[in-house]
């Protein structure tokens, strides 16, 4: 019984404060975003995945990507540009599902801007430089280290090790 409640509780959390949308629903490519390049463009740089994400503000399945559970000493840098944008010092387990942090290496490398899609405002955040999807920043992150929780998809990064 105990198991069956933890498990509707956990599913409503996700549903509620995950990462993406929880419809499946793509978001199809905004022409209002400024982008540093046509999507067209970046089919040719990104695989499939990374420009689900990136240009169409996909998702990847929580608990099966490439960097939750990625306990490893390094970096994180952007699958787009290589630009350095976490570090493992401040990845924390958030039990979402996606890789999360308490803040990014330089706050200037990213973007904050709103996201009303799937009938929510949620604060997703962009690469800067390339106006690229990484995730969202929510404010139930640990209350120690700021309160933020950078919950990013692992497609979008790629894991550079110490």
């Not at 959390?13 to 022409?31: E, H, M, R, W």
Request: include cysteine; aromatic fraction near 10%; charge should be positive.
């Amino acid at each position: 019984m105990k198991k069956s409640i933890f498990a509707v509780t956990l599913l409503a959390v996700l549903t509620a404060f995950g990462c993406q949308p929880s419809s499946g629903q793509i978001k199809k490519y905004d022409p209002k975003r400024k982008m540093s390049r046509t999507p067209a463009e970046w089919k040719k740089v990104l695989n499939p995945e990374a420009y689900h994400i990136m240009v169409e503000s996909g998702t990847e399945p929580p608990f099966h990507n490439a960097y939750d559970e990625n306990k490893e000493k390094g970096v994180y840098v952007s699958a787009a540009t290589g630009e350095v944008l976490f570090s493992s010092e401040d990845k924390f387990d958030s039990g979402t599902g996606w890789p999360s942090f308490v803040k990014p290496v330089d706050p200037k490398k990213i973007e904050i801007i709103t996201d009303n899609s799937d009938g929510m405002v949620r604060d997703e955040v962009i690469e800067r430089s390339t106006g690229l999807h990484l995730g969202h920043v929510f404010d139930d992150g640990p209350p120690s280290r700021g309160g933020k929780r950078y919950c990013m998809n692992s497609a979008a990064l790629k894991f550079i090790k110490k």
